[in-house]
């Protein structure tokens, strides 16, 4: 079977099922496994992923407004490649292409490819998708053991959390200029992980708030988790930032609880590492509970 991937949590589905060599193509992004990143690329942004948030959100809004996608498919790349399975997404139109970008490429196949459509919006979500990859591709067997150690990880952080003595108020921001509070399913693994999103509305979008919506929450952790970003630069961009007077006496910066991680292995793609976040969260969130050593680079703590 041949198959391309037009989205890197399903690329990093495909590769933990043991279908890498079955991969024929990718997005830009797609980075995990390393391996990954070395098959021809069908997606390009319309938009700089270089630029200030300001400017990219800027760009975005334009494109939307325009009716326009944000991301240009090679057509031609496509074609050559005559993939059996396409496996896309239609959730955000502004993290990965949607089945709409696919739509003029696939009128030049004499025969088209069947296209699988991901839609998640929480962890079960993501699992059932998981599966719905593994009957697509003859891996029933293997997505489901897989979806099953998910589970059994994710339920032994719950097990410990329940012995934690409270849960801290926590913010998660998935972008800083403008503010955006992290939505779908990061206010879940929050939950499961034992602490109270103050701003997060499980399975739904993430959303835009203000400043001082945020400082009417008072959190006592803020994540700064940026959709495409690693821990480095997410770091870089909130001490960039000129924050208010009102945003130091928040109990987060006052006790030094603000951490970057690397949103693109923890949080903002549905994908098996689902479950590398909630650990990562339980350990930020109850370090006296979760001693375990975490691998370099997976936050900062600001």
């Not at 955000?92 to 696939?106: I, N």
């Not at 053991?145 to 990880?153: F, I, M, P, S």
């Not at 921001?173 to 929050?190: C, S």
């Not at 991680?261 to 969130?285: C, K, M, Q, T």
């Amino acid at each position: 079977m041949r198959i391309v991937s037009l989205l890197p949590s399903a690329t990093e589905i495909l590769y933990a099922l043991g279908l890498g060599d079955s991969v024929v193509g990718v997005t830009h992004e797609c980075d995990f496994p390393p391996e990954a990143a070395r098959k021809p690329a069908l997606i390009k942004p319309r938009v700089d992923p270089h630029a200030p948030q300001t400017e990219i959100d800027r760009q975005v809004r334009e494109l939307v407004s325009r009716g326009e996608s944000i991301y240009a498919v090679d057509a031609d790349l496509l074609e050559s490649l005559q993939p059996d399975l396409i496996v896309t997404q239609d959730l955000c139109h502004v993290c990965a292409a949607s089945p709409d970008d696919l739509a003029t490429a696939l009128t030049r196949f004499r025969y088209a490819p069947r296209v699988l459509t991901l839609t998640p919006h929480s962890l079960d979500d993501v699992w059932r998708d998981i599966d719905c990859v593994g009957q697509a591709t003859g891996a029933e067997t293997k997505a489901g053991n897989l979806v099953d150690n998910l589970k059994c990880r994710i339920a032994k952080v719950e097990s410990v959390v329940d012995r934690a003595a409270r849960r801290p108020r926590l913010l998660c921001l998935e972008w800083l200029d403008p503010f955006y509070v992290a939505g779908h399913w990061v206010p879940e693994m929050v939950a499961r992980a034992g602490a109270e999103d103050v701003l997060g509305r499980q399975r739904e979008a993430s959303f835009r708030v203000s400043s001082d919506e945020i400082v009417a929450t008072n959190p006592e952790v803020i994540i700064i988790m940026l959709c495409g970003y690693d821990a480095a630069r997410n770091a870089a961009e909130f001490r960039a930032m000129q924050l208010s007077d009102s945003w130091q006496r928040l109990p987060a910066c006052r006790d030094n609880q603000i951490f970057a991680i690397d949103a693109n292995s923890y949080s903002s793609r549905p994908g098996p590492r689902l479950a590398d976040g909630l650990e990562l969260f339980a350990h930020l969130f109850h370090p006296n509970l979760f001693s375990e050593k975490l691998s370099s680079g997976a936050y900062l703590k600001l």
